[in-house]
């Protein structure tokens, strides 16, 4: 159903200077008459998605697009226009692309091309709100040496351009014989909040297939990618299942799930050449890889603050381990404060880490083969008696901590939230000083913490935004992602 709406005082009011807004009023697809005229108009006058991109990139300045809740497919079938003729939609200017919401207006690329190519020679941003991409596809590419700009079957980002994004889905897009990431390729910048990468793959199987992310890959020295309030799961590629970052470019996690991803390598992230990372109030949980967890490798600074590393474990056989891995000299370059890093594994070198740096209140689970350069404040050996993932309030799934992380955090550096917005830190224990939980949850109301049995929340929070519309990856391959493209 097409339904139309009114355009927001706020979205007016944000709006560019001497912007175009164009309201597109209908779900088909079809070309502009006269891009450049100032009217989106095909030739039967309809503004279409296709028409409004078209219009937008052919004026000066940045432009507004507004969508109504529908299922926009892009049905005029070409690969290799870069006109946003027909495929993919190519953007090449500043632009706002809003919808009703991730759940009810729908950016399918109907299987044929990459979804949105977001290109430019100047620099430039791109905006997206309330809106869901999915169902690009891509087959056989050349590999020219690197991975960058191969990819992108959601969403492609150029160099030199900022892709914004809040309250957007990227989700079941696919791939075959493609060297790049499938959701996301980014040597851009990407700034996102309330961000759900979900069931973007490869489909060849782990350890034949070529994507270098199932998810994202950030690439370049000028590239960036920070996403707070997002969900990043069930995503499979080759060489990482959620992110890979490459070429010197940075990462920022803060209040994010990385769940349920496989690869044939890092079941999590892949820092290859990597700049600063930071993890903060991230729950990396249950992905499959060699690690299971994160690499860390060509001199990338990680650093992990109140967070969760629990459940990761090997997609191959003979694993070396199954938390995180990092393979630089000493004890490497992974720092950890108030982080829980247990239950990960088995690996046939270590199950929960294999060299790290401790800036204190951190929880290790296994000592097998962990080789961490640890505090007094620091718990070594102890069980973290976590919680099975859940909606414990927030944008995300949490895990809820057992009594050995409960207000045995440090309190220095500790984040002023958790995971899911809650303040730190509080009495969880009930012993009438408030000090922080280790990872990526901070409980309170000591009198509920074991009422349920198992570390129950006695508070209640909103309940995370699920997508209500049926996942693509319910379909089989054949019907939905022809091969050999």
Do not use: K
């Amino acid at each position: 159903m097409f339904t139309r709406r009114l355009l927001p005082i706020a979205l007016l009011a944000s709006a560019p200077i001497g912007a175009a807004t164009f309201h597109v009023d209908i779900v088909g697809d079809s070309i502009d008459a006269l891009p450049g005229d100032g009217s989106c108009a095909d030739a039967g006058g309809h503004c279409s998605l296709r028409a409004a991109v078209q219009e937008g990139n052919a004026l000066a300045g940045g432009d507004v697009i507004v969508l109504d809740a529908g299922t926009y497919v892009l049905s005029l079938a070409g690969i290799g226009d870069d006109a946003a003729l027909t495929g993919d939609l190519d953007i090449v200017d500043e632009l706002e692309l809003h919808g009703a919401g991730a759940d009810t207006t729908l950016i399918d690329g109907s299987a044929l091309d990459r979804v949105l190519d977001l290109r430019g020679s100047i620099p430039h941003t791109v905006r997206l709100e309330d809106l869901t991409v999915r169902d690009g596809f891509l087959g056989t590419n050349t590999w020219t040496g690197g991975f960058s700009g191969l990819g992108g079957v959601g969403i492609r980002v150029g160099a030199g351009t900022t892709l914004a994004m809040s309250h957007v889905d990227i989700r079941d897009n696919h791939s075959a014989n493609m060297f790049g990431a499938v959701a996301i390729d980014n040597a851009g910048c990407i700034e996102g909040d309330h961000v759900r990468i979900v069931g973007n793959t490869d489909l060849e199987d782990v350890g034949s297939g070529s994507a270098v992310s199932g998810g994202i890959e950030t690439n370049g020295e000028g590239s960036c990618l920070v996403l707070d309030d997002s969900e990043i799961s069930g995503n499979r590629g080759d060489l990482s299942g959620a992110i890979h970052v490459d070429g010197g470019a940075s990462l920022t996690l803060r209040r994010t799930l990385v769940a349920d991803n496989v690869a044939r390598f890092a079941g999590g992230l892949e820092l290859n050449i990597g700049g600063e990372v930071l993890l903060e109030n991230v729950t990396i949980s249950g992905n499959a890889g060699h690690p299971g967890a994160i690499l860390n490798d060509g001199g990338t600074r990680l650093t992990l603050v109140d967070s969760t590393v629990t459940g990761n474990h090997g997609s191959v056989l003979g694993t070396t381990v199954g938390g995180i891995l990092d393979v630089h000299g000493g004890f490497g370059l992974t720092f950890l404060r108030n982080t829980i890093l247990a239950g990960n594994g088995p690996g046939s070198n270590a199950d929960d880490c294999r060299n790290g740096q401790s800036l204190g209140g951190n929880l290790i689970g296994s000592l097998h083969g962990c080789q961490i350069d640890s505090l007094p404040s620091d718990q070594l050996g102890v069980s973290a008696a976590l919680a099975p993932l859940a909606d414990n309030g927030g944008f995300t799934r949490t895990h809820l901590p057992g009594a050995n992380a409960i207000d045995h955090g440090i309190d220095t550096g500790c984040v002023s939230e958790d995971q899911r917005g809650v303040a730190r830190p509080q009495d969880g224990d009930g012993d009438g000083v408030a000090h922080c939980d280790i990872g990526a949850v901070e409980m309170g109301d000591a009198d509920a913490i074991f009422a349920n049995g198992f570390d129950g929340a006695a508070t209640s929070y909103p309940s995370p935004r699920m997508p209500a519309f049926e996942s693509a990856a319910q379909m089989s391959a054949a019907e939905r992602w022809p091969q050999g493209r």
